[in-house]
């Protein structure tokens, strides 16, 4: 494989809670690389959601650091390139790691439209002319251009999803993260995401999914990793994690899921 560029390196990450008896991340080190579709596999618990809500700070970490674009992000203040203190601004860093759950997180009582365009023209001071043609634009990349003005409610989860990313696609970030976009989708409707999140992979879209599909793992990711306790247990590419395991928790893990 080729060496790509470095975009985010985590080390050492940690988030404990009550005193260090949870440890919900126990030293996670990885580095994520312009370009990597990055799949993050484990049991229930295992600290897959603490680790993607960590790189974008919606999670504080209590120890070890990441470091984005030449800053450790997990410091308040940090010296610029001038040698000046300055403030970590946690809004543009957002901007730059679009973010999708599990539950949509549309606003219900705002159209589609409005949904797209809210964060574009606030945070990113978008006039409502650029925001609604982009926001089209990419409302029509998957297939529902003809529901800008209808409400969440009226579609279906599998459109919700498909809005919800790129609703944060709109704000044009490095990075997108997944955390199981399509686990609370009725089986018919996993597909259309899936398809959509192949096609931003085949773009060269930078990705970290925590995911159930073993077949998307396989097929699109160039990475596996597979925690278990906190802990960052066994990583590598999809054949060597699907096809040589190492670790007996991984091998106890896909003999589950597989
Ligand atoms: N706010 C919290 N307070 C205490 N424990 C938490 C909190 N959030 C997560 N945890 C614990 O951290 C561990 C990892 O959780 P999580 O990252 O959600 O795992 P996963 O996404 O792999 O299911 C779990 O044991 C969970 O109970
Ligand atoms: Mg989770």
């Known amino acids: 494989m080729a ?16 005193m260090g008896t949870i440890k919900a991340l126990d030293g996670v080190t990885t580095t994520i690389n312009k370009g990597d579709v990055m799949v993050v596999i484990g049991p229930s618990g295992s600290g897959k959601s603490t680790f993607l809500r960590s790189l974008n700070l919606l999670e504080e970490p209590t120890g070890g650091s990441i470091i984005f674009e030449g800053v450790d992000i997990t410091k308040k203040k940090y010296k610029n390139a001038q040698g000046k203190t300055v403030k970590l601004d946690i809004d543009a860093l957002r901007q730059k790691m679009g973010m999708v759950f599990q539950h949509f997180n549309l606003f219900p009582h705002m159209t589609i439209l409005e949904n797209m365009v809210l964060a574009p023209m606030k945070v990113r001071g978008m006039s409502r002319e650029e925001a609604e043609k982009k926001a089209r634009a990419l409302l029509d990349r998957v297939g529902l251009a003809d529901r800008a003005d209808a409400y969440p409610i009226q579609l279906s989860g599998g459109q919700k999803q498909r809005v919800a990313i790129v609703r944060a696609l709109a704000m044009e970030p490095e990075v997108m993260l997944f955390d199981e976009p399509t686990s609370a989708l009725d089986p018919e409707m996993v597909g259309e995401v899936l398809d959509v999140m192949k096609e931003l992979a085949k773009e060269g879209m ?36 699907f096809e040589h395991p190492q670790n007996l928790r991984l091998q106890d893990f896909l003999s589950k899921v597989l």
Do not use: W
């Open 3 to 18: 060496t790509r560029d470095s975009l985010i390196q985590v080390t050492d990450l940690k988030k404990h809670y009550k």
């Open 206 to 241: 930078t990705m970290v999914c925590v995911t159930h599909e073993m077949g998307f793992a396989r097929e699109v990711g160039n990475r596996v990793l597979f925690m278990a306790d906190g802990k960052l247990l066994e990583e590598g590419t999809p054949e060597q994690i």
